[in-house]
């Protein structure tokens, strides 16, 4: 146990993955008091073949008995409903397609989970995110992870001085095959357990059925955006996101443009008409329509608190698995921003986020619209 650690009590955030469970060793390891905490979020259809939060929770009893760690279990479905998917539904509707993990991080593992783990008595809260966290300048920083595969830090660019001055990221300088290695040579039994891949507290599962629960569906058009031509019908244009290639049905259809090999082109997804309910698509992943060098963000969130500069050189993403673009900010307020991009963005889509860096600093970033 060191001084800075003795006597301070931590609460990590324990989802039942390899992540979170090295993220609890390795603070049990520095010294700190560790308290796990288990969130059960989504209630709706918790059943086996979708939701694992049952065999989750088991999980983490387990790790938490191999590291000799207390655990609390919150039910938080009540905020996640109101908070988190309320506002996914409605951004689903209104045509637009979220992402409900930065939702997550900001509405829930950053603040209803952090006011609870400080009513507890917390110094702080930890979770098994790849990021970092500095202090720089009298403030706190949000960082990218070292292994850069597996960085997160696009999904916590909503967070702010407040909740960054509360949170540990134990996992910021280490490679996933560490943590693995890490998990095994302790004894967990999570050690080579899958990732979740699926949406924020609810699983995997084939997403368009699942939307449709909720959003019944309304068939329509699907047109050729170049050339409004009829090719097939669809069952909601909420259910089909900018760029999507599979689920379409309309793969036998010609166009006219063939790739090298003498096939003909794929269908993407290319613009929606929500008042006349139709899908446009267009042939070829490379189709200008599909491309846009500028975007404006608005719900702006900077996580200094002060907007970047403008016409300064940085680096976004308009998804999370993309490469770092170079790009500058054109105009920022309040409410909005103007990006402009160094070479085009492909199927830059409204609702999902785009993030802005600076090197390894993640400095913030809005929704696109």
């Given amino acids: 146990m060191n001084a800075v650690t003795r006597g301070r009590t931590v609460v990590v955030g324990l989802s039942g993955g ?5 993220a609890a060793l390795l603070l049990k390891q520095q010294g700190w008091q560790v308290v796990g905490l288990f969130m059960k979020n989504w209630e709706d259809d918790d059943t086996e073949e979708y939701c694992s939060s049952r065999q989750d929770l088991i999980d983490v009893l387990s790790v938490a008995d191999a590291i000799g760690i ?6 938080f479905a009540s905020e996640y409903r109101q908070r988190v998917f309320d506002r996914f539904l409605q951004e689903y509707q209104a045509g637009r397609t979220p992402n409900p993990d930065v939702l997550c991080n900001s509405e829930i593992k950053f603040s209803v989970f952090l006011e609870h783990a400080l009513k507890i008595g917390a ?32 999904f916590l660019y909503r967070l702010d001085q407040q909740q960054l001055a509360k949170t540990i990221f134990p996992l910021a300088g280490l490679y996933k095959r560490d943590v693995r290695t890490m998990a095994a040579e302790a004894g967990l039994h999570v050690a080579l357990k899958k990732d979740s891949t699926g949406i924020c507290f609810i699983g995997e599962r084939p997403f368009k059925e699942f939307l449709m629960r909720y959003l019944p569906p309304q068939k329509g058009e699907i047109r050729c955006l170049d050339d409004e031509r009829l090719l097939g019908e669809h069952d909601g244009v909420a259910y089909h996101t900018l760029g999507q290639r599979k689920g379409l049905h309309i793969g036998g259809v010609k166009g006219g443009k063939s790739s090298e090999n003498g096939d003909h ?32 963000a608005e719900e702006l969130a900077w996580i200094v608190g002060d907007a970047p500069h403008t016409h300064w050189v940085y680096t976004a993403k308009t998804r999370y698995r993309q490469a770092d673009a170079p790009c500058e900010i054109e105009h920022v307020d309040g409410q909005s921003c103007l990006i402009r991009f160094a070479a085009p963005q492909w199927a830059v889509t409204p609702g999902q986020s785009v993030v802005v860096y600076e090197s390894r600093v993640c400095l913030g970033g809005g929704v696109i619209v």
């Fill in 18 to 22: 390899v992540d979170s469970s090295v």
């Fill in 70 to 75: 207390d655990v609390e279990v919150v039910n």
């Fill in 123 to 154: 110094d702080y809260i930890a979770t098994g995110h790849y990021a970092g966290v500095r202090e720089f300048a009298g403030g706190f920083q949000l960082l990218k992870a070292e292994d850069g595969t597996k960085d997160q830090s696009y």
């Fill in 265 to 296: 082109e794929a269908w993407f997804v290319a613009g929606k008409d929500l008042a006349r309910n139709i899908l446009y698509v267009v042939q070829g992943h490379d189709h200008p329509a599909l491309l846009a060098d500028e975007l404006r």
